[in-house]
């Protein structure tokens, strides 16, 4: 199974040149691990030139045909899907990074009855997209689902078409979205408050300050860059968060609910215009590249610890 | 005194509107799939005639949806676990390579990962398909494995490699002088130290592999080579198709990835958070 790589000249270099002279740099260890390194990339050098760097110069190339965003420009149901992926990107990310802040500081607390709710509390993220999603879509049924017959049972007035009236249908899938990721970034949020010296926050209580105070002295000034990086990430994924929208709503009514995820395979395979879909994806790089630019530096230098 | 009370009560208060948030729509996909198929259009909190029907026919495959169940079961379950290793393998020895050993184009592909592992996979979708298809690799089910593979490996590879930072140099240097080699170090040493963060990538690989619905349903479209989550999907644009049924599949696919996720927590957010972040 485990086969002996056929490198020999790497082979006879693996005994490490500083054990034999310690005083200098080591140019033939550098040399072999450079014949080792590409062996041990080699598989993943693989994956990323065939499915990554392919499909995206692909991509690129595609969209360089100008006139594929006249189509999409030209296209009202374009515009409106632009303007709801800016409505779902600042009401839904900001709206859920700030109750994630919120709730980490109620799953930090050490109660062991809040610990166990935490456990169910993840279990949106760990179970499967369609089922729940499905689900969601059911219960907000205008006429037999849940929420409207719970409507019903306390106030006696018709709740409203959660998923035929464009603007609640965006709502909607808000709220979904949300009720799939919130749970997620509380969890990494809650990880960062831990890590936040015990004696910081005794020092803050000798000193008398309030739950207001410590949160802006002691909590806020440690949780900041974690908290930043997070709200990118999520920016960036919420951006690509194709099943809340395509699950819930399909994009309807009228395609008045999309957002450039569904939008571009909705193009690309529902009317078999591959181009508009490839541009109307590429529409979203002032978002996407600067975001990926900073995210990239600032994950590359804080080496992935939490900061 | 009564502020500790009335914080104690905001507390169970808050917890209480968590824990309806979160299970709600749990709560509403199980008592669907107890209702039976023709009560469905009523909005109850609790069926009239609840029943175990549903699963019976599902795992009959005795509805025209259903015809391939067990057959689609297995897909799901053959493409995680494909995905599974092909992941590991990959980053296990990429990491190595970029975490253990002097190149000077590390931090290059380390980058290259980072940027790949940021990219929305639904931004992809098309040119990855096109690719896919010149490539023959459409309807295969190892064309979703790669898929898979192709975004979960940068994750993986960053999330072994922070781990692996943790442990030290000195015993790699100390199994050159007794003369092992690069490769050697890689599967006595290495391999066993990073076994945590293994469990907890492999476990992202897993999940990610069965959940995954976009690219199931674009790659995959022969009855009996599609997984389970683009069958559930085909009930998206039907109201009339039977949805108790469509639950109870849902509540059965839901629960090999609960079963994980709650058996290899630990490791879960020991891993996520050393490694950053994934949603």
């Known amino acids: 199974m485990l086969r002996r790589p056929s490198f020999p000249h790497a082979m006879t270099q693996a005994i490490p040149a500083s054990s034999a002279t310690p005083a200098l740099p080591r140019p033939p260890l ?7 390194g590409l062996f041990f990339l080699f598989p993943y050098i693989i994956v990323f030139v065939l499915f990554v760097a392919y499909p995206i110069g692909y991509a690129i190339w595609l969209a360089t045909d100008l006139k594929a965003y006249a189509r999409i420009f030209d296209d009202p149901i374009y515009w409106r899907t632009a303007w709801n992926t800016l409505i779902f990107l600042l009401v839904g990310v900001n709206l859920k990074m700030i109750l994630a802040l919120f709730l980490s500081g109620f799953f930090a607390l050490p109660n062991l009855w ?19 999603i499905m689900s969601i879509r059911w219960m907000l049924n205008s006429e037999w689902g849940m929420v409207n017959t719970l409507i019903f049972d306390l106030f006696h007035i018709d709740g409203p078409n959660w998923l035929t009236n464009p603007a609640y249908g965006l709502s ?35 000193d008398g300050a309030t739950a207001i105070q410590r949160f802006r002295h002691v909590t806020w000034p440690q949780l900041k860059a974690l908290f930043l990086t997070s709200t990118m ?43 508009a879909g490839i541009v109307t994806m590429v529409s979203a790089v002032p978002i996407l590249v600067p975001l990926v630019i900073l995210l990239t530096r600032r994950l590359s230098k804080a080496g992935g610890r939490q900061q | 005194m009564t502020r500790r009370v009335l914080e104690q009560i905001g507390l169970v208060l808050l917890g209480i509107v968590i824990f309806f948030w979160t299970m709600a729509p749990l709560y509403n996909m199980l008592i669907m799939s107890i209702t039976p198929v023709n009560a469905i259009f009523a909005g109850k909190f609790w069926p009239d005639n609840p029943t175990l029907g549903n699963y019976a026919t599902v795992f009959r495959q005795e509805n025209h949806y259903l015809t391939y169940f067990w057959r689609q079961l297995f ?37 290259l990962a980072l940027a790949t592992y940021l990219i929305p996979a639904a931004f992809l979708a098309i040119p990855f398909y096109q690719v896919l298809a010149f490539y023959g690799l459409l309807d295969s089910q190892w064309g979703l494995v790669f898929a898979v593979v192709t975004f979960t490996t940068p994750y993986a590879i960053w999330v072994l490699r922070n781990y692996a930072d943790s442990i ?19 599967c006595l040493v290495y391999l066993p130290l990073i076994r945590p963060a293994m469990i907890a990538i492999g476990t992202f690989a897993l999940l990610h592999a069965w959940n995954e619905y976009l690219y199931a349903f674009l790659i995959l479209s022969h009855e009996t080579r599609v997984t389970l989550t683009v069958t559930l999907g085909l009930f998206r644009s039907d109201d009339s198709a039977p949805w108790p049924l469509l639950m109870a599949v849902g509540v059965l696919y839901s629960i090999p990835p609960a079963a994980l996720y709650f058996s290899v927590r630990k490791y879960m957010v020991t891993g996520l958070t050393s490694g950053g972040v994934k949603d």
Request: net charge neutral; proline share 5%; glycine share 6%.
């Open chain 1, 30 to 36: 550098i040399a072999s691990d450079t014949a080792w």
């Open chain 1, 233 to 275: 990430l999520t920016t960036i994924w919420s951006l690509g968060d194709f099943n809340s929208v395509y699950l819930l709503t399909g994009g309807g009514p009228a395609d008045r609910t999309n957002t450039l995820a569904t939008m571009g395979i909705r193009y690309a395979f529902r009317q078999a215009d591959f181009e």
């Open chain 1, 114 to 132: 809040i610990r166990i709710l935490g456990a169910f509390f993840l279990l949106p993220w760990a179970v499967p997209h369609i089922p729940s």
């Open chain 2, 75 to 111: 897909n799901s379950a053959f493409i995680a676990a494909a995905s599974l290793i092909v992941v590991l393998a990959v980053a296990s020895l990429a990491s190595f390579a970029v975490g253990r050993l002097k190149l000077r184009f590390a931090p290059f592909v380390n980058n």
């Open chain 1, 172 to 206: 909607s899938i808000i709220a979904v979205h949300i009720w799939k990721y919130l749970p997620f970034w509380t969890m990494i949020l809650v990880a960062g408050r831990m890590a936040i010296p015990r004696d910081l926050y005794d020092a803050a209580a000798v």
């Open chain 2, 168 to 186: 030290p140099f000195m015993l790699d240097e100390a199994a050159m002088v007794d003369g092992a080699s690069r490769w050697q170090i890689f």
